[in-house]
Structure formats: structure tokens, C-alpha cells
């Protein structure tokens, strides 16, 4: 399918946001690629200039959240080409996340084209800054105006990309994380494996309260008995006990996230052990009260590697190597960042470069 291309006038473009002061999400590029779906089909994909969408009020993403997404980086590295870290892993998650919520799936192929020419025509907005990247936003939702509670059959895809600074407002400095057992996040059976609207929303509360507390995000535990670790709001989490490194199973409520994947193989490829299992949380604090605990960090795209310093849970907190980075979550995010801006080889396959 050709991609129709319709650039914004020079005297339209954007006035660039200082790259050393982006936030998250706040700036959005001057293009954007759209598709729509009806008739049983994807159709006219096209590049336009950055604008609003008019939507039908009843459009059936408004109130039944028929809407999935995806969050990538592109990444310019010290020769000023993009980079790309596993585009077409994220792609293949949408489709997975399309499936769980009858949505239409995505021809992976076009989508990726679309996303790489929108990037070539966009591409003074992958910034320099150190740690600064451009953050890629693909996005489907239910266009079709209806009230009845079904797979809609119009569907509206697009992507638009944010120059970003880190997540947290700490950085790379380890964070303090909340753990809760009186709200859940997702259940069996439910769509916490999806990257899906609903499941951000129905995280917000207990965000908000934890950070009313002076924490900067929330642990989430398994619905069922409260014990099992499952994965922080925009991470996944890992433990280092005994210099094992251990981390939630994807049992179908944990977002299975790429950069989780990708530092699952690092470690692996570096010798040593990383276990998939069920922890909980009382087993944590116990290996922390023995001295067993050394490092825990999450790992996400919008976080990259993210050191923990601290754990709350019942009154009790947990107190992670001296609330100092650990040599792991350091190392991890120097071989990863190494990868995805093209300093070192990549020996995995992981990175498109896009060209400068
Ligand atoms: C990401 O890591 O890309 C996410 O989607 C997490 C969050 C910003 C929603």
C-alpha cells in the first residue's frame, strides 16, 4: 500500500523545545502518520502535518476503551543517524494487544515503513541531548460511532512522536516505590498483558496517592493473595538475591516488556543466572533483613533501567544497597544505551538504523 505524504509548510513547522529541559510527553513533532479501518480493512496511510482528529461522541473508544498502544525510542547516536531498538517486537506486541481487545491487527511491514518515513521526515527532532531520545507513540483506537458493547468495526491508527527527557524526575537516580495491597492492577484472565488504556487509568489512584506520600511510583502485587510481585505501573521489576536475578513469570497480568526481554539475555549472555518466578514480597524484605537483598531496578522503554533505593510496604521499608545505584543496574544501563544509540556492535540484531 503506498503511503500518501503531505508535509507541513515551512512556516508551520515548530519552534523546537529545549532538549536539556523536555520532561515526558509534553512536545509532539510537526507530523504524524494516520490509517483508518472500515470495510473489513486497513486504508489510506498518510503522513500530514501534527493535528486534532474529529470524532463521532459516540465514538465506541469513548466509552467502552477500545484503545491499545505502544512506546519505542528512536535514538541519535554519535554518527547523527537514527537508531531504533526493536521496532518490530513493539509492533508485534500491538498486534497481540489488537487480539485480546477484537481489535483489527496491523500489517507490521506497513506500519513499520510508515513509522520510519514519518521519522526521516521528522528526524531534527531526534534530539542530541544526553539521555534525550525521540519517543514514538503508536496508537489504535475504536473510531465507529455505536453504543452497543461489541468489537467496533472502525478503527482509527496513528502515530506521533515526543522528544523526552528521562521518566521519573529522578533519572537514572534510584527511585521510591510504594507497595500496595490495597489496590490491584490487574487479574488472571484479565488484560494486564495487554498494553491497553484502561489498564494505565485504573493504575492513576493509587499513583497519586503514592506520590501525595513523596514516592514516584507503585508496586503492584498479585490480585488473588496480595504476596506476589507483578510489575511497577510503566516497568517491570527485577531482584538480585544471592547475585541471582530474579523476576515475575509472565503469567498473563504482567506486561511483557522488550527491555525486559533484552536485559533477561544480556545477564544470561553475560554469565549470569536469571530465574523467572514467582516472588513475594515478605521474601523480598526477608533477603533484605539478612543482608541477602543487593540490587532491585525495573526496566521499561520510557525508564530504560531504573535503579530502586527503596521499598514501602505495611510500614516497613526496605532500604536497597544504601539507596545507592548497584553495580548491575549501572552496568545494564551502559550495555543497553551502548546498543540502542549504535556505540558498540549489536551482537542481537536489536538496532534499524535509519540513516542520518
Ligand atoms: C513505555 O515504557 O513506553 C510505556 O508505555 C510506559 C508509560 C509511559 C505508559
Excluded at 25 to 49: C, L, T
Excluded at 251 to 278: F, H, K, M, W, Y
Aim: glycine letters at 8%; charged letters at 20%; hydrophobic letters at 40%.
Amino acid at each position: 500500500m503506498e503511503i500518501s505524504i503531505t508535509q507541513a509548510l515551512p512556516a508551520e513547522l515548530k519552534q523546537k523545545p529545549d532538549e536539556n529541559a523536555l520532561g515526558f510527553g509534553a512536545y509532539f513533532s510537526d507530523h504524524m502518520f494516520v490509517m483508518r479501518y472500515n470495510d473489513g480493512k486497513w486504508h489510506s496511510p498518510a503522513i500530514s502535518k501534527y493535528g486534532e482528529f474529529s470524532l463521532d461522541p459516540a465514538a465506541m473508544v469513548l466509552h467502552y476503551g477500545q484503545a491499545i498502544f505502544e512506546g519505542l525510542k528512536a535514538y541519535r547516536g554519535k554518527d547523527n543517524k537514527t537508531y531504533l531498538f526493536r521496532p518490530k517486537e513493539n509492533l508485534a506486541r500491538l498486534n497481540r494487544s489488537a487480539q485480546r481487545m477484537c481489535m483489527p491487527e496491523l500489517d507490521i511491514e506497513l506500519v513499520y515503513k510508515g513509522i520510519s518515513t514519518l521519522l526521516g521526515i521528522d528526524r531534527d527532532w531526534v534530539p542530541s541531548a544526553p539521555g534525550a531520545t525521540l519517543y514514538i507513540r503508536p496508537t489504535m483506537v475504536a473510531c465507529e460511532a455505536g453504543l452497543g458493547v461489541r468489537p467496533a468495526k472502525e478503527y482509527l491508527f496513528f502515530t506521533i512522536l515526543s522528544p523526552v527527557g528521562a521518566y521519573y524526575p529522578e533519572g537514572f537516580n534510584p527511585v521510591k516505590i510504594f507497595v500496595t495491597d490495597k489496590y490491584v492492577r490487574a487479574v488472571r484472565g484479565g488484560v494486564g498483558e495487554a498494553k491497553t488504556a484502561g489498564n494505565y487509568a485504573a493504575s492513576i489512584m493509587a499513583a497519586v496517592e503514592a506520590q501525595s506520600q513523596g514516592f514516584t511510583q507503585v508496586l503492584w502485587l498479585d490480585a488473588c493473595d496480595r504476596q506476589s510481585v507483578e510489575e511497577v505501573g510503566t516497568m517491570n521489576i527485577f531482584f538480585v538475591i544471592d547475585d541471582e536475578i530474579i523476576t515475575p513469570p509472565l503469567n498473563g497480568s504482567i506486561l511483557p516488556g522488550i527491555t525486559r526481554e533484552s536485559v533477561i539475555q544480556l545477564c544470561r549472555d553475560q554469565g549470569r543466572t536469571v530465574t523467572e518466578r514467582a516472588i513475594t514480597i515478605d521474601e523480598v524484605f526477608q533477603a533484605n533483613d539478612e543482608g541477602r537483598l543487593q540490587e532491585v531496578f525495573g526496566t521499561g522503554t520510557a525508564a530504560s533501567i531504573s535503579p530502586v533505593g527503596s521499598l514501602f510496604h505495611k510500614d516497613r521499608e526496605c532500604c536497597i544497597n544504601h539507596c545507592n545505584t548497584g553495580p548491575l543496574s549501572q552496568q545494564l544501563f551502559d550495555d543497553l544505551q551502548a546498543i540502542q544509540y549504535g556505540y558498540k556492535e549489536d551482537p542481537y540484531g536489536w538496532v534499524s538504523c535509519l540513516g542520518d
